[in-house]
Each structure stands twice: as C-alpha cells, then as structure tokens.
Nanobody
Framework: QVQLVESGGGLVQAGGSLRLSCVASGRTFSSYVWFRQAPGKEGEFVAAISWSGGSTRYADSVKGRFTISRDNAKNTVYLQMNSLKPEDTAVYYC?????????????????WGQGTQVTVSS
C-alpha cells in the first residue's frame, strides 16, 4: 500500500521556523513535491526535489526561506521553513511521482499525503 504521511506542522510566530517531514512507504519515488493550500485559495506549488536531490525547484514566494531535502535511506523528504510569514499559513501537502523529473503541477503527481496544518501568527 502506497502511503505518504506528513508531520511537523503547527503554530509558530512570524519569523519562526518549522520543519515538515513526509515519510513514504509502499513504493520508491523519483521525485517529491510540497504543495500548500490556504483557506479560500487554490493549491500552490512550494518546492520539489529529484530522486538524487541534485535537482530542486522553489516557488518565488519561498526562495531563500524554505529548503527541500530528502533522505532516501529513510524514504523521507523534508521541508525546512525559516523566516515564516503569516501568508505561509496553509495546509501543506506532500506528493510524489514514480517516474519523471521534478514538476510543479498537481496533476503530475499521483501519490498524496493527508496534509499538515501550518499556522503563522503575526
């Protein structure tokens, strides 16, 4: 059974940090991505990483503040979020694809986690 399980969300003050984790099981994946969805808004690409970790992509809104990484031995991908802002408040979803390079569109990923809430207070 393919499963992605996120953790690490929570409530933090503006300027603070959180690290999200996504543990995969049931399959190996070529690339992972983090999306987020704020209330009343469409889903937004945040960051993506290739199998080797050598290729990463970030949304302009998080460049320089967020870092995506992965530990293949642990089947885990991380999202280190620093200098958080209230506009980062959203449910963060981990997704993965079995084949292919990093991508930024939701439809390109076929395995999804349940999401973890991140709330940044001002």
């Amino acid at each position: 059974q393919v499963q992605l399980v996120e953790s690490g969300g929570g409530l933090v003050q503006a300027g603070g940090s959180l690290r999200l984790s996504c543990v995969a099981s049931g399959r190996t994946f070529s690339s992972y991505v983090w999306f987020r969805q704020a209330p009343g808004k469409e889903g937004e690409f945040v960051a993506a990483i290739s199998w080797s970790g050598g290729s990463t992509r970030y949304a302009d809104s998080v460049k320089g503040r967020f870092t995506i990484s992965r530990d293949n031995a642990k089947n885990t991908v991380y999202l280190q979020m620093n200098s958080l802002k209230p506009e980062d408040t959203a449910v963060y979803y981990c997704a993965a694809r079995r084949f292919g390079l990093v991508a930024t569109k939701e439809y390109e990923y076929d395995s999804w986690g349940q999401g973890t809430q991140v709330t940044v207070s001002s």
